[in-house]
């Protein structure tokens, strides 16, 4: 089976730009998660999609969103860029049975100037 | 305040040595731990995951321990090799957890472990 994918691997954009990143989790995965990591915070979750709806949500402005489509591929957008957005986007996706073991993308580096 | 803490923040040991990694959390309600191993530039891989119930995991040379009652967990690294050099980072889930809902996802702040020959 391919793992989780990520597109763009990595991005450079400029403050007040806007972004779009997209996962594509395992086959059959319905359930797909975006982390924020950065030097300084570490692993922060963003938010949780499943079947389309948002399942779960951290503790972020709302200027992060995010969306699923129906073939369980989401999208993560960020406007409005600021420098403390450069970071390291990681989708997970993962079975809808407990205890939800995730597999990680390779993830998407963010670099705003 | 759920958290979860991670020691120690850094550690370097030889090629063929032991090591022990801890992690101890504060998240109520508990639901599983887990344990990554984060290698530089990638995703983190899932090493093992336990719930309330397990107290010994094993994955090839990694063995994790919890114990639920003082909320503590460990991840033991038997015979290090080079490619255990990377960032291990202890996950709790903590939360109601419904179909397709994995619950609020607590993360360390991780061990960074390099092995010298």
């Known amino acids: 089976k391919a793992g989780v994918t990520q597109t763009p691997r990595y991005l450079i954009k400029t403050r007040g730009q806007q972004v779009t990143l997209s996962c594509s989790p395992i086959?059959?995965?319905?359930?797909v998660s975006w982390y924020q990591q950065t030097p300084g915070q570490g692993l922060q979750f963003l938010f949780e999609?499943?079947?389309?709806?948002?399942?779960n949500k951290g503790n972020f402005p709302g200027r992060f969103s995010g969306r699923q489509f129906s073939n369980s591929r989401s999208e993560m957008n960020v406007s409005t860029l600021e420098l403390g957005d450069s970071a390291l986007y990681l989708c997970?996706?993962?079975?809808?049975?407990?205890?939800?073991?995730?597999?990680f993308g390779p993830g998407t580096r963010l670099t705003v100037t | 305040k759920n958290q979860v803490e991670q020691s120690p923040q850094s550690l370097i040991i030889l090629e063929g040595k032991n090591c022990t990694l801890q992690?101890?959390?504060?998240?109520?309600?508990?639901?599983?731990l887990r344990w990554y191993k984060q290698d530089t530039g990638r995703g983190p891989v899932s090493l093992t995951i336990m719930t309330f119930s397990e107290n010994t995991k094993s994955n090839g040379r990694y063995t994790a321990t919890l114990d639920a009652d003082t909320k503590q967990s460990s991840l033991h690294i038997t015979a290090s090799q080079l490619s255990d050099s990377a960032s291990y980072i202890c996950v709790v889930s903590g939360g109601s957890q419904g179909s397709g809902n994995t619950g609020k996802l607590i993360f360390g702040q991780g061990t960074t472990l390099q092995v010298k020959p």
């Open positions: 992690c101890n959390y504060t998240v109520s309600p508990f639901s599983n």
């Open positions: 999609y499943f079947s389309e709806t948002q399942r």
């Open positions: 086959s059959g995965h319905r359930s």
């Open positions: 997970a996706s993962s079975l809808v049975r407990s205890p939800y073991e995730q597999y």
